[in-house]
């Protein structure tokens, strides 16, 4: 009975490797542009556009898709489709939401006086997984790079300080990536509102210098947002 038992789990692995070297060989082999089906390398095409995504990795998640059910692929399908269609951004901070308002902006408990600049809905998520901030946000939706092409005009900076010049607003965080781009946004944002009457301040330098915010651990975000000091403490205005 042992030997049976033996053979029989043996015979499983060798059936599973060999499988396991044809999926390989057939990835390795349409890598090559090798495709069976035009339907196929359209799909491979589609997915290897995505950022991080690669030919190879591409071909093995459609592959995936194919060996899953029809209703599975299409509940996929329409997700994707439906984000794109009917995802909407909050008139006031800009976060990604299912209404005009986000649940944030929304939030009667938060301190509606103290906004938070981040880049990106990214960080947004970040921040609010420390649990250690409990204001509004305002998403710029990226930060000044003129190697990209990127300028003040094209960023949610103008709407940041009619928000200022509203009133009630009483401190601004900068919690940018401290980065040459996240701190010459830092210094735009500061000139921009520096007429006005209210106070701003930076993250703690917990985040390394060249760390994109996203990348930081949840603890030493939280101390840099606790900790956070005046900008014109960590920027030497001449």
């Known amino acids: 009975m042992k030997d049976i038992f033996i053979a029989k789990h043996l015979s499983i692995f060798i059936g599973a490797t060999i499988l396991s070297v044809q999926n390989s060989y057939l990835c390795n082999r349409m890598s090559l542009h090798q495709y069976p089906s035009t339907l196929l390398e359209n799909a491979v095409q589609e997915f290897s556009k995505l950022p991080g995504i690669g030919r190879k990795t591409a071909l093995r998640l459609v592959l995936y898709l194919l060996r899953q059910d029809v209703d599975d692929v299409e509940a996929f399908g329409n997700a994707v489709v ?54 509004l946000y305002h998403v710029l939706g990226g930060i000044i790079s003129p190697m990209d092409g990127i300028g003040p005009n094209d960023l949610e900076i103008e709407s940041l300080v009619e ?48 760390d994109e915010l996203e990348y930081a651990d949840e603890i030493t975000l939280g101390r840099s947002i606790l900790n956070r000091t005046n900008f014109t403490d960590s920027f030497k205005i001449n």
Do not use: P, W
Not at 100 to 124: A, M, P, Q, T, W
């Open 82 to 135: 439906s984000l794109k269609k009917e995802v909407k951004y909050c008139r006031i901070c800009h976060n990604i939401s299912d209404t005009e308002v986000c649940h944030i902006c929304n939030n009667l408990s938060r301190d509606g006086s103290i906004i938070c600049v981040v880049e990106n809905i990214k960080d947004v998520m970040a921040v609010e997984n420390t649990q250690q901030f409990g204001g």
């Open 163 to 210: 928000r200022v010049k509203a009133g009630n607003i009483r401190e601004i965080i900068l919690a940018l990536s401290t980065t040459m781009e996240g701190d010459t946004t830092n210094f735009y944002i500061f000139r921009k509102l520096a007429s006005y009457d209210v106070k701003i301040t930076t993250i703690a330098r917990g985040v390394s210098i060249g």
